[in-house]
């Protein structure tokens, strides 16, 4: 517990107001909130209130700082709250970590196309007083829609229990990637890599972990006739997870035909011979406990897409990694090439400098495989890797890291809205 004091004499008081309550509303909004109130708990109060009282002005007037993500209440209505925020004094940071328009490619394309948010959220960007982002990738381009904005990147808290590193062993070296379900696009870059793998003879040796696995959510039926929209439940057939797995099992070839049989029965129970196949699916866990796949697999890929979307996004991928001590095989774009050194160089030699090994997005075809078969042939280098990322994101992506940056940009915004108030008075 940190006993710095700030200048106002008093603690300043926080409303939080997370988009959910999990996924961004986790990482954004509410733990590293929490720890703001426990590293400074002389200096911060910290309230998280899902609907808070925005349309209140006596309520809202105990309030010295409100953080939100995206939005706070309706689009339609930001610029009086923000007004009103404005009148009472009160100093207010939004926060995103996506771009507003991702692409064609993306799922949630249509959606944010009719919803109209690819316009509410730039707008309200122009809106806001004060913008917090993940990168300074992402702050050069929101720069050119508000002046003020502020970086403080994704976080870990190395005491979390998702993040202890409790590998099991195992005889095969384990190839993982872990994510959500809009990354068809990145996760088609990896294909070709497991059926090279497997014309090499090295299938034996490897294991191909797929994390997140999850057949729940709903189809919608438009009749074209009526217009009338209808909903049933997914097939397991029809989710993401189905094509991501067939990438990873070249369409189930690579797989005995009793594991491929029990795959297809979408059982969440565990196969009885899983350590003797070259593939193993992993079903979705909360996010509380889903970085704890990092310890079923040695190796972990982050393949992407270049877009304007992915180039704009967080180094997630790479904090978590590092903070498990794994390998990485990453895209050579965008947020992953703010930490990461390719420890190998064109001419084929190792870098002693480099933390993982990158994938050059116009040799997707065939770097991926080059990558992870160096690592299949040259197994030290697992553990090599593995320390050197740790290494390169432990101070920086730590909690109490971005804890102390965030302490001094809300000291720092407060302090000077304070002064000019002043100034306006006089």
Same mark, same amino acid.
């Given at each position: ?74 689009? +339609?209505?930001?610029? /009086?709250?923000?007004? @009103?925020?404005?009148? !009472? &004094?009160?100093? %207010? ?72 590193? +409790?590998?099991?062993? /195992?005889?095969?070296? @384990?190839?993982?990637? !872990? &994510?959500?379900? %809009? ?21 034996d040796k490897i294991q191909l972990v797929l994390c997140g696995y999850d057949t729940r959510g709903t189809v919608t039926n438009i009749n074209q006739a009526t217009g009338e929209q209808t909903q049933r439940p997914i097939k397991p057939e029809e989710s993401v997870w189905y094509e991501y797995e067939k990438i990873f099992t070249n369409d189930f070839n690579t797989v005995s035909p009793e594991y491929k049989k029990h795959l297809h029965e979408f059982s969440k129970s565990e196969y009885s011979d899983i350590d003797n196949e070259p593939y193993r699916r992993v079903w979705t866990k909360p996010i509380s406990t ?137």
């Amino acid at each position: 517990m940190k006993e710095i004091k700030n200048d106002f004499g008093r603690k300043l008081k926080v409303l939080v107001v997370p988009s959910d309550r999990t996924g961004v509303g986790y990482f954004r909004s509410t733990k590293p909130h929490l720890a703001l109130e426990k590293n400074y708990p002389d200096e911060f109060h910290v309230d998280i209130d899902y609907e808070p009282r925005i349309n209140d002005k006596e309520w809202l007037s105990k309030y010295d700082i409100v953080h939100y993500h995206r939005n706070l209440g309706s689009f +339609e209505e930001m610029q /009086s709250t923000v007004d @009103r925020l404005d009148e !009472l &004094g009160i100093v %207010s940071f939004m926060d995103i970590d996506d771009y507003w328009a991702p692409g064609s490619h993306h799922p949630a394309h249509m959606m944010i196309k009719q919803s109209g948010m690819d316009k509410n959220i730039p707008n309200n960007v122009r809106l806001a007083n004060n913008m917090i982002t993940t990168t300074d990738i992402f702050a050069n381009e929101m720069l050119k829609l508000n002046k003020n904005v502020y970086v403080i990147p994704n976080a870990i808290d190395p005491l979390e229990k998702q993040f202890k590193n +409790e590998v099991k062993k /195992s005889d095969r070296i @384990r190839i993982g990637w !872990l &994510g959500g379900s %809009s990354h068809l696009e990145d996760i088609k870059l990896l294909k070709g890599m497991v059926t090279k793998l497997k014309n090499d003879g090295l299938l034996d040796k490897i294991q191909l972990v797929l994390c997140g696995y999850d057949t729940r959510g709903t189809v919608t039926n438009i009749n074209q006739a009526t217009g009338e929209q209808t909903q049933r439940p997914i097939k397991p057939e029809e989710s993401v997870w189905y094509e991501y797995e067939k990438i990873f099992t070249n369409d189930f070839n690579t797989v005995s035909p009793e594991y491929k049989k029990h795959l297809h029965e979408f059982s969440k129970s565990e196969y009885s011979d899983i350590d003797n196949e070259p593939y193993r699916r992993v079903w979705t866990k909360p996010i509380s406990t889903y970085a704890s796949n990092y310890n079923m697999f040695d190796i972990s890929l982050a393949p992407l897409m270049e877009n304007k979307f992915n180039k704009v996004k967080s180094q997630l991928k790479v904090i978590e990694a590092g903070f498990h001590k794994k390998a990485l095989v990453a895209q050579d774009f965008g947020p992953y090439s703010i930490d990461l050194i390719s420890a190998k160089d064109k001419g084929g030699s190792f870098n002693n400098e480099g933390n993982a090994l990158l994938v050059d997005s116009a040799k997707n075809h065939k770097q991926w495989y080059q990558h992870v078969k160096y690592l299949i042939n040259n197994p030290e280098q697992i553990e090599v890797l593995g320390n050197r990322l740790y290494d390169t994101v432990k101070d920086t992506y730590s909690i109490d890291a971005a804890t102390d940056k965030r302490r001094e940009i809300y000291l720092k915004v407060f302090s000077e809205g304070k002064k000019a108030k002043v100034s306006e008075s006089v």
